[in-house]
């Protein structure tokens, strides 16, 4: 079994800066892919950016060039590292992982973030 744990969330300004980190613990051998995504109030809950094994990277186009994704292998943490941030990127922001064959094995509790002055 995966456990996720984020952690980082909080208040910030708009053109501010937050670094969320997702701790994973337990069978890290089964995980393929990780990931976050966020839900702001009333929303479905939408992509933001992702990484595999091999170490590509992927992210929503409403965040690239402000977020970036990267992983410690050696602490098995994945953050996403937040830049400019604007107060639509308020939400509460989940952590997933994913197994080889594409298929969600956990998500994190959420942490959330709040842009707002």
């Known amino acids: 079994q995966v456990q996720l744990m984020e952690s980082g969330g909080g208040l910030v300004q708009p053109g501010g800066s937050l670094r969320l980190s997702c701790a994973a613990s337990g069978s890290i051998f089964n995980i393929w892919a990780t990931g976050w995504y966020r839900q702001a109030p009333g929303k479905e809950r939408q992509f933001v950016a992702g990484n595999t094994r091999g170490g590509d990277t992927n992210y929503a186009d409403s965040v690239k060039g402000r977020f970036t994704i990267s992983r410690d292998n050696a602490n098995n943490t994945v953050y996403l590292q937040m830049n400019n941030l604007r107060p639509e990127d308020t939400a509460v922001y989940y952590c997933?992982?994913?197994?080889?064959?594409?298929?969600?094995?956990?998500w994190g509790k959420g942490t959330l973030v709040t842009v707002s002055s």
């Open positions: 997933y992982a994913r197994n080889r064959y594409g298929g969600i094995i956990d």
